[in-house]
């Protein structure tokens, strides 16, 4: 699981993997080392309408609903946006990149815009 912040965005894109641990467990979480202090980010399903975020202590956590999980993980829908106050959110499948990266992406989505280059 990948998370971006730019400004009031907040987005986390997901592998295949990442999207089977959510189908099996409803939870996902990250952890990022700064020196003596982490940053997790996590994933919860709820039973909620929308997606929301919170933040405690040094944890980021986007609640995703049941049903737009349960949409993300049996179709090909790509992904899911929300505003939650002035934070804009957005969850999605993570696609490999079209250019060369430094990047293990073999667990990645296949990219659509491939397909269409070829």
């Known amino acids: 699981m990948k998370i971006r912040i730019k400004g009031n965005a907040l987005r986390y ?3 295949k993997s990442d999207i089977a641990g959510l189908a099996d467990n409803g939870y996902l979480q990250e952890l990022t080392s700064f020196a003596e ?22 944890t980021i956590t ?5 049903r737009i999980a349960a949409e993300l993980i049996n179709t090909d829908r790509v992904g899911f946006d929300a505003k939650n106050g002035a934070l804009q959110l957005l969850v999605e499948k993570d ?17 659509p815009l491939a397909l269409q280059n070829n």
């Open 62 to 66: 986007l609640f995703m609903p049941k």
């Open 37 to 58: 202090q982490p940053l997790i980010y996590a994933l919860k399903v709820v039973d909620d309408d929308t997606l929301s975020a919170g933040f405690s202590g040094n």
């Open 95 to 111: 696609f490999t990149c079209l250019d060369n990266v430094d990047e293990d992406q073999s667990d990645n989505y296949p990219n």
């Open 13 to 15: 894109r997901l592998t």
